[in-house]
Each structure stands twice: as C-alpha cells, then as structure tokens.
C-alpha cells in the first residue's frame, strides 16, 4: 500500500472515530418551509455544534458551503432533487453527488435502493465513479429494508444509513425508529450502520446505539420548530380534552 492510500484511509478513519457514539444533526429545509435558506442552515449548524454535535448533515451546494463557513464538523453531504417520474431523491445521480463533492464534504450520502433513477444510472456505477474522483470521501448507502442492505454490502460502501427506513413502499409500515434493522444490518456486516429516521426522543438515540448503530442522524425534532411545536400544541390540546372529559363525567 502506498503512502498516499494510507493517509486517505487514516483520514476515513479519522472522521469515523469522531462520529463514533455520536450524535448527528440533519440541517435541511425545503422550499416553503419556514426555515429555508442557507444562513438559516448555518446558524442551526453552529447552533448544533454548540450543544455538542459531531457532524452535520445538509443538502445541496449552497446550504453546504455556508454550513462550512460556520463549523468544522464532518458534514453527511446530500442533493436532495426532486422530479414527479423518479421516486429517488436523495443523491439520485453521479453529476448530482460530484456536485457537492466538489465543497470539501467528508462523507456523501447516496439513495442505494435498486428503484430507477434519471439517465438509467445504477448504484454501483455511481459508487464506482465516486471512488476514482474523489477517493478520499467515505460514500454512504441509504437503504429501507434489510434486503438493500444485504444488496450493497459486496459493492463495498463505507457506512450503510436507515435513513430511508418508513419512506419507501417496501418499509410503509415501519412508524418509529427502525431498531430491527439496525440489528439485522449488524449481523451480516461489519460496515458500520448510521442510524437515521424517526428518532424523535433522545432514549430512541440511546436505544439506536445500543441496537449496534455507529452513530445516530436526527433533524426533526431538533431543526423543524413548527414540527416540535405541533407536539406541543397536540399534547396540550389532547390534556384540554381530557379535563373537559372529566368534567362532564363529574
């Protein structure tokens, strides 16, 4: 193995050990929502590498580029496109990951479910042409279900995500964090699995890392204060409710 293979390994494993046990926080917004835009994204990354985050996951150039005039962390890069004749988003082509390769992210995250995705790419011919330019970034695999998982295991992915567990057809049913998977993911590869989806309590965190996850993603409950808010509100309502049960009842 020659010198520079070696320090492109160590840096992979440097990122790895600082995730380790960790928490990551997913800094998006869609257009429309109420924390869209860049600086907003800056400033809840900056927010989270405050509270003690060890990485940062964003989507698209702009978001990414001003996350990273803010912190220092890893940051999970993803190209969220959405278009009406592919279910695929997250990531879906090589010309959309070279996209946001091109700032400097340690990790990329790649859709790695076998549906169709423009141009008839696949995911191994995107995950091969990722490793000849840019050998130096660790490539993640975002599956559903534990039959993708055991499908991009020979392809040889540097981490497998559950961020697409309960958001395809084929895992519908799955409403919570997907602890099953994590465990089953486990058992048939050492690659090390990035708990993500779901995970609306920090027990949740815990019992993700517990299930064997390497590290754990979570955006909602920390970056969607409308979402959090909803909680809040349904719960109060839900006790308003209640007491106007008892009284009636009394």
Known sequence: MNRSVKQI????????????GKLVVSCQARVGWPMYGAEIMAAFAA??????????????????????????????????QF????????TPTYESAREIL????????IDATPRKRPGGETVEGILCQIRKNY???LVM?????????????????????TTLSGYTKESAGVKSVNLELIRKIREITDIPVIAEGKIA???????????????VVVGTSIT??????????????????????RRSLA
């Open 9 to 20: 390994n160590h840096k992979k494993e440097a990122v790895l050990a600082q995730l380790k």
């Open 47 to 80: 927010a989270a590498c405050q509270g003690g985050a060890a990485g940062i996951r964003a989507t698209g150039v702009d978001n990414i580029s001003k996350i990273k005039e803010k912190v220092s962390l890893p940051i999970i890069g993803i190209n969220k």
């Open 83 to 90: 278009r009406d004749d592919y279910e695929v988003y997250i």
């Open 102 to 109: 091109e700032t400097g992210i340690e990790i990329v995250a």
């Open 135 to 137: 050998p130096e970034v």
């Open 141 to 161: 695999g975002e599956i559903s279900t534990i039959s993708e998982a055991k499908a991009i295991v020979p392809m040889g992915f540097d981490l497998i995500s």
């Open 201 to 215: 309590r920090e027990e949740e965190a815990v019992m993700a890392l517990d299930a064997g996850a390497h590290a």
């Open 224 to 245: 969607r204060p409308e979402i959090i808010t909803e909680r809040y509100v349904g719960a109060l309502s839900q006790y308003g409710m209640n007491q106007e049960a």
